[in-house]
């Protein structure tokens, strides 16, 4: 007879009932897996490994299943953001930007955006930002040109790209107002040189997303290594 609190070799089961104790369970998996399952996997596999060499490893399978046959599709992924992609952004945020360094019609923008005020405040200029901001969003994440992962996002919520593109782009477009002696020509307020960096940075903002997304994913190193994330520890 078997002890209560011993286990039979043979089936396994902690007491004498003949019915096997439940196996622990596992962790839930999609019903069809596929190769995008699999790389989503690596990928937060990447996140939880603690040595540099480690991680190394995870990013060459996950490497190596992107050039899998059959796998084309993956082409269109994007998960690392590389000093590269602030270079394709600076080109793109230029390109969009020079056709309006020549146009009057941003001084005419600009002017409406600082004359038309609620209780002083220049609310239709404050609306153009805020659709930069969101047009920018929308062109990254939600246009589905490329499927685009969010990794080590910036205090933990502020996506990389997005910054990323946001940033190069508005340097851009003010220096080169700057430079092209369009910035403070006809002695503007300065609420209309704020205007008038709005309007060009709407158009390098869009350059700039495109030309970040368009070519792909970059090579290089993954800018998140360099801990732009406070408080990251990896």
């Given at each position: 007879?078997?002890?209560?609190?011993?286990?039979?070799?043979?089936?396994?089961?902690?007491?004498?009932?003949?019915?096997?104790?439940?196996?622990?369970?596992?962790?839930?998996?999609?019903?069809?897996?596929?190769?995008?399952?699999?790389?989503?996997?690596?990928?937060?596999?990447?996140?939880?490994?603690?040595?540099?060499?480690?991680?190394?490893?995870?990013?060459?399978?996950?490497?190596?299943?992107?050039?899998m046959?059959?796998?084309?599709?993956?082409?269109?992924?994007?998960?690392?953001?590389?000093?590269?992609?602030?270079?394709?952004?600076?080109?793109?945020?230029?390109?969009?930007?020079?056709?309006?360094?020549?146009?009057?019609?941003?001084?005419?923008?600009?002017?409406?955006?600082?004359?038309?005020?609620?209780?002083?405040?220049?609310?239709?200029?404050?609306?153009?930002?805020?659709?930069i901001?969101?047009?920018?969003?929308?062109l990254?994440?939600?246009?589905?040109?490329?499927?685009?992962?969010?990794?080590?996002?910036?205090?933990?919520?502020?996506?990389?790209?997005?910054?990323?593109?946001?940033?190069?782009?508005?340097?851009?477009?003010?220096?080169?107002?700057?430079?092209?002696?369009?910035?403070?020509?006809?002695d503007?307020?300065?609420?209309?040189?704020?205007?008038?960096?709005?309007?060009?940075?709407?158009?390098?903002?869009?350059?700039?997303?495109?030309?970040?997304?368009?070519?792909?994913?970059?090579?290089?190193?993954?800018?998140?290594?360099?801990?732009?994330?406070?408080?990251?520890?990896?």
């Amino acid at each position: 007879m078997v002890d209560s609190d011993e286990r039979d070799p043979d089936t396994g089961r902690a007491d004498g009932s003949g019915e096997e104790a439940d196996p622990a369970p596992a962790d839930s998996a999609p019903d069809e897996p596929d190769l995008d399952d699999l790389l989503a996997k690596l990928d937060a596999l990447s996140d939880t490994v603690d040595e540099g060499h480690e991680r190394e490893k995870v990013r060459q399978t996950i490497s190596l299943v992107e050039r899998m046959p059959g796998s084309a599709a993956f082409a269109e992924r994007i998960t690392k953001y590389t000093s590269r992609d602030l270079a394709e952004s600076f080109v793109g945020a230029v390109l969009f930007a020079l056709p309006l360094l020549v146009e009057g019609g941003v001084f005419e923008i600009a002017a409406w955006f600082a004359a038309t005020t609620v209780a002083g405040v220049p609310v239709l200029l404050i609306g153009h930002v805020g659709f930069i901001f969101l047009a920018t969003a929308g062109l990254l994440y939600f246009a589905d040109f490329r499927q685009i992962t969010i990794r080590h996002p910036i205090l933990g919520f502020i996506p990389r790209r997005y910054a990323g593109v946001l940033f190069v782009s508005l340097v851009t477009s003010s220096l080169m107002l700057l430079f092209w002696g369009r910035l403070h020509e006809g002695d503007p307020t300065a609420i209309e040189r704020v205007g008038r960096i709005a309007v060009v940075w709407a158009a390098a903002a869009f350059g700039a997303g495109l030309g970040d997304i368009l070519p792909g994913e970059s090579q290089g190193e993954d800018l998140g290594k360099f801990d732009l994330d406070i408080g990251d520890d990896d």
